[in-house]
Antibody, heavy 120, light 107 residues
Framework: QVQLQESGPGLVKPSQTLSLTCTVS??????????WSWIRQHTGKGLEWIGY???????YYNPSLKSRVSISLDTPNNQFSLTLSSVTAADTAVYYC????????????WGQGTMVTVSS | AIQLTQSPSSLSASVGDRVTITCRAS??????LAWYQQKPGKAPKLLIY???TLESGVPSRFSGSGSGTDFTLTISTLQSEDFATYYC?????????FGQGTKVELK
């Protein structure tokens, strides 16, 4: 059973870059069977899909964040990562990594989430 | 981007009640819709995909229906563990988007 675990700093200063990593266990990130996504949730609010990466290297980013987002793979360590540049307080949220089968029907596996606060 | 509008935003119900939540898409999305349950401090949990297919391990009291622009999540007999917030999400066209959520509270 595939499991996901987010890690990274819980506090980032305004204008700096947020960097998070998702470690995949119980399966290979290189299998090609999944799209690996990042999703965030502002406190008390709904869910916002940030983007995905596939083992093939293909990516798609939400246009609302596209200019500041990058998602990459670290296949030797079975991880994928999110970087979000020029952060502001509006980027304070819980960040989740999640997987979606290539059939494209749902996010069936989620990490537990990690809270990131943007503050000086 | 496709907008998903859930109604109601919140509802109060009792154990044993039948609960229905609707999700309306701003344009047709075929059956490319999923439903999730989220409890406080936890990640969302997949309940239903392809509008009506129950995820493995999810109790049969949950069901989904609809296609095109109008979708429904039904809990046939509400249990105490079902008090949570429910989200719909579309997989028809990028960017993937979620509804704003429906909070099911104890009456």
């Amino acid at each position: 059973q595939v499991q996901l675990q987010e890690s990274g700093p819980g506090l980032v200063k305004p204008s700096q870059t947020l960097s998070l990593t998702c470690t995949v266990s119980g399966g290979s990130i290189s299998s090609g069977a999944y799209y690996w996504s990042w999703i965030r949730q502002h406190t008390g609010k709904g869910l916002e899909w940030i983007g995905y990466i596939h083992y093939s290297g293909s990516t798609y980013y939400n246009p609302s964040l596209k200019s500041r987002v990058s998602i990459s793979l670290d296949t030797p360590n079975n991880q994928f990562s999110l970087t979000l540049s020029s952060v502001t307080a509006a980027d304070t949220a819980v960040y989740y990594c999640a997987s979606e089968g290539v059939a494209g029907s749902a996010f069936d596996i989620w990490g537990q989430g990690t809270m990131v606060t943007v503050s000086s | 981007a496709i907008q998903l509008t859930q109604s109601p935003s919140s509802l109060s119900a009792s154990v044993g009640d039948r609960v229905t939540i609707t999700c309306r898409a701003s344009r047709g999305i075929s059956s490319a819709l999923a439903w999730y349950q989220q409890k406080p401090g936890k990640a969302p949990k997949l309940l239903i995909y392809d509008a009506s297919t129950l995820e493995s391990g999810v109790p049969s009291r949950f069901s989904g229906s609809g296609s095109g622009t109008d979708f429904t999540l039904t809990i046939s007999t509400l249990q105490s563990e079902d008090f949570a917030t429910y989200y719909c999400q579309q997989f028809n066209s990028y960017p993937w988007t979620f509804g704003q959520g429906t909070k099911v509270e104890l009456k």
